[in-house]
């Protein structure tokens, strides 16, 4: 079992930058691709970003691409999201997910998922 635990949400106006985290326990995070996913208020869970196991190929959605950046540090368990220009729209909550194996965008192929973490951008 892999448990997941995302922090670094928040409040913060049009412009600013967060940087969200995602910790993992119980299994390592190493060997398993990691993807960032989220939810607007009455909105379907969206795909986000994710990154390979070894950091070695990354994937955004088109709305994120050039604002967020996503990476990980296995020697600490844990992939981050670098959010910056943050927009209104980016408000929502955000979620981690790990999965075995290959990347995938599809959220149905991820086994673990974290809590969420509130991110909510003024305008």
């Known amino acids: 079992q892999v448990q997941l635990v995302e922090s670094g949400g928040g409040l913060v106006q049009a412009g600013g930058s967060l940087r969200l985290s995602c910790a993992a326990s119980?299994?390592?995070?190493?060997?398993?691709?990691t993807g960032w996913f989220r939810q607007a208020p009455g909105k379907e869970r969206e795909f986000v970003a994710a990154i390979t196991w070894s950091g070695g190929m990354t994937y955004y959605a088109d709305s994120v691409k050039g604002r967020f950046t996503i990476s990980r540090d296995n020697a600490k368990n844990t992939v981050y999201l670098q959010m910056d220009s943050l927009k209104p729209e980016d408000t929502a909550v955000y979620y981690c997910a790990a999965r075995a194996g290959a990347i995938y965008l599809e959220q149905n192929r991820y086994d673990y998922w974290g809590q969420g973490t509130q991110v909510t951008v003024s305008s």
């Open positions: 119980g299994r390592t995070l190493s060997s398993r691709s």
